[in-house]
């Protein structure tokens, strides 16, 4: 009996622990993850070029313990910013943050492209307007290219007032679901292609349509990771951050700028994705 007690008491207080060991490891800092992506489809005078991914703010953070987000993005100098969705949600109360940084990039070209929650919240259309206001381009449904010459690298957004209820382990690969509203925007003079799509559910479907890269966000890398396992993967086999590949094309998941509703963060570090492409092969 004394020894059932002590091994209750053993059990309890482990359980009681596990809040503080969170506060104790949660992680609130911001990380810079780097890829470098060799094709041979890259046409040689876009080598070189450099994207800077930002997914998932949630009208969070500008400054992180450990350094300002504008700052990290100038740091890394690219020649376009992405916003991979969910830069609101439905708490956002007003756009303060997101104008310090939409105006602190304003000299970047600033394509984005939405996620779930932005199309839900009640100041996604101010948010737009805003967007617009300093320059940045909403590619949601629509294409923006980059011209070298005769060289063209094309970006290419999906609308997930289209997919919204479509994405999901349980319903990807059953039916086409990118084809109907991206095919059209496809140009055959597109030497390198790029797609954002917030939800990665669609990375099969987007590499049947030739995409080379594909931008995507939404899990947040899982918020909690242990030995590169999350609690997402319970779901499905998903893929919740970092960098991926099938046949020709790299899928990059970033883990997002902010936390959400769940704002906790264990071995999963809120981060912004600097992508630099390179012509040629890895040697």
Same mark, same amino acid.
């Given at each position: ?132 206001? /300093?320059? @940045?381009?909403? *590619? ?7 011209? $070298?010459?005769? &060289?063209?690298?094309?970006?290419? =957004? ?60 939404? /899990?947040? @890398?899982?918020? *909690? ?7 997402? $993967?319970?779901? &499905?086999?998903?893929?919740?951050? =970092? ?41």
């Amino acid at each position: 009996m004394k020894k059932l007690s002590k091994q209750l008491i053993i059990v309890t207080v482990c359980i009681a622990m596990i809040p503080a060991t969170l506060f104790v490891f949660d992680s609130n800092k911001l990380q810079t993850t780097r890829y470098d992506i060799y094709s041979e489809k890259l046409p040689g005078s876009f080598d070189g070029f450099k994207i800077v991914q930002v997914s998932d703010f949630h009208n969070e953070a500008i400054e992180y313990p450990n350094v300002n987000i504008i700052d990290a993005i100038n740091q890394e100098d690219p020649d376009v910013i992405v916003l991979t969705g969910d830069f609101i949600d439905e708490y956002t109360k007003n756009l303060t943050k997101i104008e310090a940084f939409l105006s602190g990039l304003a000299d970047y070209v600033i394509l984005y492209e939405n996620g779930n929650h932005d199309i839900r919240a009640d100041l996604y259309d101010e948010f737009r307007l805003m967007l617009a206001t /300093y320059g @940045g381009i909403d *590619i949601s449904g629509d294409r923006y290219t980059f011209n $070298n010459g005769e &060289d063209q690298l094309a970006f290419i =957004g999906v609308d997930q007032t289209f997919v919204d209820d479509k994405w999901g382990p349980f319903t990807i690969n059953i039916d086409p679901v990118l084809y109907p509203h991206i095919h059209p925007l496809l140009d055959e003079a597109d030497d390198f292609r790029i797609l954002s799509s917030h939800h990665p559910d669609f990375y099969y479907e987007a590499a049947s349509l030739g995409f080379d890269v594909m931008l995507s966000g939404h /899990y947040h @890398g899982g918020h *909690i990771r242990l030995f590169d396992w999350s609690p997402i $993967n319970w779901i &499905d086999k998903t893929y919740d951050g =970092g960098h991926f590949k099938s046949e020709d094309m790299n899928l990059i998941v970033s883990r997002g700028a902010g936390s959400g509703f769940f704002p906790i963060r264990i071995n999963a570090d809120a981060e912004i994705v600097s992508l630099t492409l390179k012509h040629g092969t890895i040697v």
